[in-house]
């Protein structure tokens, strides 16, 4: 069973920046897709940024192309997201997500296709 321990979660002012981390244990994200969502009340999760099981691909929602960067680290075994430029919009609990089975070459962006969920961490960024 793998679980997802996601840190780095804070609040910050617009245009700062903020790197969450998501680590997996009983497992190495080098063997899975691993996905950030972001989720606010009442709102469906929202796919933010991919990355595959080689390193080599990686995928942003339009919303955050540009200011974001997820990126990965095979010493650590720890995946990294790193938010630039926030905005209030970006204000929402965000999740780290796995799956390492079946991975296709695309990066799927939809929440039910991963496996493997953290439990969060709150983003909120005031103006």
């Known amino acids: 069973q793998v679980r997802l321990v996601e840190s780095g979660g804070g609040s910050v002012q617009a245009g700062d920046s903020l790197r969450l981390s998501c680590a997996p244990s009983?497992?190495?994200?080098?063997?899975?897709?691993m996905g950030w969502f972001r989720q606010a009340p009442g709102k469906e999760r929202e796919f933010v940024a991919g990355?595959?099981?080689?390193?080599?691909?990686?995928a942003y929602a339009d919303s955050v192309k540009g200011r974001f960067t997820i990126s990965g680290d095979n010493a650590k075994n720890t995946v990294y997201l790193q938010m630039d430029s926030l905005k209030p919009e970006d204000t929402d609990v965000y999740y780290c997500?796995?799956?390492?089975?079946?991975?296709?070459?695309?990066?799927?962006?939809?929440?039910?296709?991963?496996?493997?969920w953290g439990q969060g961490t709150q983003v909120t960024v005031v103006s």
């Open positions: 997500a796995s799956r390492r089975r079946g991975l296709p070459l695309v990066i799927p962006q939809t929440a039910p296709w991963y496996s493997y």
């Open positions: 009983g497992g190495t994200f080098s063997s899975s897709h």
């Open positions: 990355i595959s099981w080689s390193g080599s691909r990686t």
